[in-house]
């Protein structure tokens, strides 16, 4: 089971980014899937997630407007659209999965599998 996260990069701030993350080994269409990040010095953040429909997302507070997380079952992926980046935002982003409920966990505890993460810097 494998989760690849891609689409990081360098973006000026008030600019946009979208990650990705394609999931391998099984069929990922059944679980909860979202994003947490990690900034230098800082705890791991939840950021995002929804359920296995993508009907149900949840957002961290300072994303709420500015992120949209989105899903596409049939090719396994999981995306999240980054609007109006802030310096703050700069981390590195993890993209998650967890087959075991249909609860939107916030916590990293609540989720099985982790991809290898990749780097936003938002800086001018």
């Known amino acids: 089971v494998q989760l690849q996260a891609s689409g990081g990069g360098l973006v000026q701030p008030g600019g946009s980014l979208t990650l990705s993350c394609a999931g391998s080994g099984r069929t990922f269409s059944s679980y909860v899937m979202g994003w947490f990040r990690q900034a230098p010095g800082k705890e791991r953040e939840f950021v995002a997630a929804?359920?296995?429909?993508?009907?149900?997302?949840s957002y961290a507070d300072s994303m709420q407007g500015r992120f949209i997380i989105s899903r596409n079952n049939a090719k396994n992926t999981v995306n999240l659209q980054m609007n109006s980046l802030k310096p703050e935002d700069t981390a590195v982003y993890y993209c998650v999965a967890d087959p075991r409920s249909t609860y939107l966990n916030r916590s990293p505890g609540g989720y099985s599998y982790w991809g290898q993460g990749t780097q936003v810097t938002v800086s001018s």
């Open positions: 929804l359920n296995d429909s993508g009907r149900r997302k």
